[in-house]
């Protein structure tokens, strides 16, 4: 059965920075893109941002407006791992944190999450002072 495994949630504070993992299980990441998404309790799920898969070691991003100045989306094909990394966080930045991933082999991601069919359980994030 293949699934992502998201890590690298917890406690931070206020103005903090935290960097979340996105790995993969059961398959490798090379030829998925992969969107980043949060979901709180009783609200939609959000878009952050998305990554395109590896085409000859060059990635393209997308943003989700909100979210371009302060969280960053990356990838390390060596890993077989996709990173968000967030800085200046805020306590409305407080949310359940989750990677999915399409096989999409080329220059296109999404940032709508049902375009996803890969996902994890979530990793928690809390930013509380």
């Known amino acids: 059965q293949v699934h992502v495994v998201e890590s690298g949630g917890g406690l931070v504070q206020p103005g903090g920075s935290l960097t979340l993992s996105c790995a993969a299980s059961g398959f490798t990441l090379k030829d998925y893109a992969i969107g980043w998404f949060r979901q709180g309790p009783g609200t939609e799920r959000e878009s952050i941002a998305c990554i395109t898969s590896d085409d000859g070691g060059i990635h393209r991003t997308s943003y989700h407006d909100p979210h371009t100045n302060r969280f960053t989306i990356s990838r390390d094909n060596a890993a077989d791992t996709v990173y968000l990394h967030m800085s200046e966080l805020k306590p409305e930045d407080t949310d359940l944190y989750y990677c999915?991933?399409?096989?999409?082999?080329?220059?296109?991601?999404?940032?709508?999450?049902?375009?996803?069919?890969?996902w994890g359980r979530g990793t928690q994030v809390t930013v509380s002072s």
């Open positions: 999915a991933a399409r096989r999409q082999i080329g220059s296109t991601c999404f940032l709508q999450w049902r375009r996803y069919d890969v």
